[in-house]
């Protein structure tokens, strides 16, 4: 007789989860369901990615960090993600698209993170489901401060939930069973069997989220796309990782603050660069001047050029990136642009 396994939440915790896989004794014919989160924080995501996608009696629901991944909203986490899946990133997304919110059995109804408790599956918002911060920010609307929806439920059928970490053991309460057991976190990986609700755990010996913060840092940092960036988001992101101590990472945001000190400063160049020019195009223009400058990309400097009004801060408002100020060196044939490499 097959049965249902329900996973807490994995987080890339996949060594672990095939061997929870193992100690059970799942087969082919059970039906596994992740409550979701089975990417971040733990060092193979990619493969859990590969394990569900490839296993055809298996469901995954949509998590709150799916859901970041699906509408671009990257934090630290999902931007190691992004890096860790590589070429597959774009067909991961592809996929989050197909994850449902909820799946219910004969047994239970099986949620992501948060349930109204005064409405039906079926009426519950995408956003409640997922756990996203908008979802809080509703129940926090709803409900006193320092309780949490679990406490209010009252529903006949069971509500197996993950999302928020509840301890070692699974949260039993009102009908509802948490059982993200921080797994991520060297903590447990909980499943649940369907039916008879009986319990499966396995420790997790390793701190994977403590490991993947620091040794992703570096690769996380070289895959940002510091030249699409505004100038004044790039200082910020320095800023905001200057806490670090690690030798590598500081050497990294020097080297990166002394490529976007040269960037602005070929700004400069470009004002000297286009004031003569514009000399060289009056003099060899003349009355047709303006029908050649016309055609120029940067013809809105010029013009000012030739009437004295050109200052560096029109060049700073229009070059706001590193890469159209790159661009436009490059146009202008600047010689010794900085490069980040």
Known sequence: MSKTYIIGDIHGC????????NQIGVTDNDLVISLGDIVDRGNKSLEL????????????????????????VLSYSQEIVKVQFGDEYEDFRKWLETLPYYYETPEAMIIHAFFEHDKSLYEQKEEVLAGTTSGSRHLEGKY???????????????????HHVVGDAPKIKNNTYGIDTGACHAGKLTAIELPGFKVHQIQVQTDHWKEQQSSWQIPVLEAKDWEHMK?????????????KKEANIQAFLTKQRNWIQEIENVRITIQTKIEALTKELIQKHGDNF???VAKLSYRSFVFKAKAGTLQLSDIEKTLYTPQKILDLANELQIEKIPTRN
């Open 49 to 72: 990615y590969h394990y569900f996608k490839n296993r055809t009696n298996s469901v995954v629901l949509m998590g709150n960090h799916e859901r970041k991944h699906l509408n671009g």
């Open 14 to 21: 996949y060594d672990e989860f095939i061997e929870l896989m």
């Open 290 to 292: 303006n029908q050649e």
């Open 231 to 243: 100038i004044d988001q790039v200082y910020r992101q320095l800023d905001k990782l200057g806490y």
């Open 144 to 162: 006193e401060e320092g309780t949490y929806w679990s406490d209010y439920y009252t529903g006949e059928k069971p509500i197996i939930y993950g």
